[in-house]
């Protein structure tokens, strides 16, 4: 029979997701079938399956460091926040609506319907599956509706983990509070507690983890260290740790800013840029400086964040710049163009002037997502896509809106190139992680700044982490937990 393991936070970016990365990988490395598992996920950041549908990206880095293809039973039900107290509710992979909390809770049993049915379908494929949970863990207003954390723990009766994170200050109370806030009959499945993102010596902590163990009854089974590794962020909350370039990167390096708009959506699709470039992401109220390249990002709401570009005058500061590369991606490709038409699908009945940097048109027409993944030929020409024309990329779209342009074409039948090749509008996501294009876009910008650029080789991370989690906490109570061997520990 499948065993499952429950990793629960005490809050928001606590480290589950990053805990059930790591046991996914190490399950994986002793020869173990395993899966990750997230009933319900709330993120902007998300990734598409070979089937075309749309998950949360943690659960496709799970999956990745599982040695597995992501699915969307992994993560059956995704929110994708719309900043207007509404979400885009996605099912199994497909958008159904958008619904504020009160209209999403009263389908509640549904819902848990196909949380079970996913549960069912994954345990027939795994031996093991790490599930995590979502937000803190005693919420307790929400009992009867959690089906993240509550609903799932009392469906499996698996053994529980709870994360807290010391970083942001109060993590013995958070632990205490959490488990004493439980109903007694999850409480009781809690078989262990971590402390995760520690900067110090731990040996400072030791009289806090005895008492905490004494009120509740509950091991600490290890303190984890802050661990910088390159992993792909979850969500929105990773987003504030990324207010400005790494502070090991040098003044001299190209700086590139990325537009914080307000529904910044897949802000991962930089991440792979941060150990080459002085990364800034910028509020639309911030001086945008004079950066070596711009990017706007993809957005849950374009004409929203269109509005709000203008409103904060983030359009002028845009094209006041001379000689900037400009690149667009996903909702930011939108904003590039000359109009965009909105049919009542995002936010009016009406066209609203884009940029005006690229010669397109977007129409809203339809509540209709594209999630594909693609691969394209680079058929755009100018300083940048010019040094990889003929050559491939790989990515997927995740949008709605048609887009209709008169310029160059960038990736075969997607996106638009305009003027000296400096302006680029694609719907690809993932497009950096082409180690071809963002050499290309990378290069330039050295290029401009007088510099050789070292190539860094980017190891994914996984077996870092998996191996700094078997050596700071209790793998054998761990293993245990899932009836493994414990002489398999490390």
Known sequence: MTKYLIILGTTSHSGKSILVTALCRMLKNRGLRVAPFKSQNMSLNSWVTTSGGEIGIAQAVQAWAA??????LMNPILLKPKGDRT???????????DKSAADYYKDIDSLKEVVDSAIEELSRDYDYIIVEGAGGAAEINLFDRDIANIYVASRLR????????IERGGVFASLYGTVKLLPPEIRELVKGMVINKF?????????????????????????LPYLDLQIPSEDSVSLLDKTGPQKEQKEDLPEIAIIKLPRISNFTDFEPLER????RY???KDDLGNPDAVIIPGTKNTVSDLAEMRRHGMDRKILSLKNVPIIGICGGYQILGREIIDCGIEDICGSIPGLGLIDAVTRFDAYEKRTVQVTKEVT???????????????GYEIHMGITESRERSAFGDDGAVAGDGMVIGTYLHGLFENE????????????QRGLMRRELSRDTGFDALSEAVERHLDMKSILKMLELDVSASK
């Not at 040695?67 to 969307?72: A, K, L, Q, T």
């Not at 979400?87 to 609506?97: E, T």
């Not at 698996?158 to 994170?165: N, Y």
């Open 380 to 394: 755009g020409d100018g300083p940048i896509l010019g040094r990889i024309k003929g050559e491939y990329v790989k």
């Open 276 to 279: 080459y470039a002085r990364v």
């Open 87 to 97: 979400s885009q509710v996605i099912i199994m992979g497909r958008p159904v609506a």
């Open 158 to 165: 698996a053994p529980i983990i709870l994360v807290g994170d």
């Open 436 to 447: 071809n294009f963002r050499n290309a876009f990378l290069d330039y910008l050295y290029d």
């Open 199 to 223: 900067r110090g010596d731990p040996t400072i902590l030791q009289p806090g983890i005895k008492m905490l163990e004494e009120l509740t009854g509950i091991p600490v089974l290890g303190i």
């Open 282 to 284: 910028v509020d639309l």
């Open 67 to 72: 040695g597995v293809e992501p699915s969307v």
